[in-house]
């Protein structure tokens, strides 16, 4: 199983446009993403997605800072993996970052299943205009020091 997480950990962290077939290459046809924004099924939809990224952000850097084999839950015994990440990357020419964690699930051949992220979309919602000068006060409000 380390072997499969190993390999798709690095495939993620050197991910450029250009090096999105060889992520594809690690992914079973019917892999399941989901994110705050898509819930997709299929290498194809997958794909579509990771390049939708590469064409609405700029100097795009994905790190994956901590990973772990984790015993499956599930009924179809898939081997299991969490990694928690760090994006950067460029929106609107401004630096944006962010931090989350992905649940990973491995067929039994190697190849990925299932890559659920886990992150706050309110980073992303503060910067549009209206909506995000409204988040902003409200996260200035509750927010406990």
């Known amino acids: 199983m380390t072997d499969a997480l190993d390999t798709y950990v690095a495939a993620l962290q050197s991910l450029t446009a250009d090096r999105l077939e060889d992520?594809?290459?690690l992914v079973a046809d019917?892999?399941?993403?989901?994110?705050?924004?898509?819930?997709c099924r299929g290498r194809v939809r997958y794909c579509a997605v990771l390049?939708?990224?590469?064409?609405?952000?700029?100097?795009?850097?994905?790190?994956?800072?901590?990973?772990?084999?984790?015993?499956p839950r599930?009924?179809?015994n898939a081997q299991a993996a969490l990694i928690k990440w760090t994006?950067?990357?460029?929106?609107?020419?401004?630096?944006?970052r962010i931090e989350g964690c992905s649940e990973l699930r491995f067929g039994s051949n190697g190849l990925l299943l299932a890559h659920h992220d886990y992150w706050d979309a309110?980073?992303?919602?503060?910067?549009?205009p209206v909506i995000g000068t409204?988040?902003?006060?409200?996260r200035r409000r509750i927010q406990i020091d």
């Open 122 to 128: 309110t980073s992303l919602y503060e910067r549009f």
């Open 87 to 96: 994006l950067t990357a460029e929106l609107h020419k401004k630096p944006w």
């Open 23 to 25: 992520l594809m290459l």
């Open 30 to 39: 019917d892999v399941h993403f989901r994110d705050p924004f898509n819930d």
């Open 51 to 71: 390049k939708d990224m590469f064409e609405n952000l700029d100097a795009i850097e994905f790190s994956v800072n901590q990973s772990a084999a984790v015993a």
């Open 134 to 138: 409204v988040l902003k006060v409200l």
């Open 74 to 76: 599930d009924a179809d």
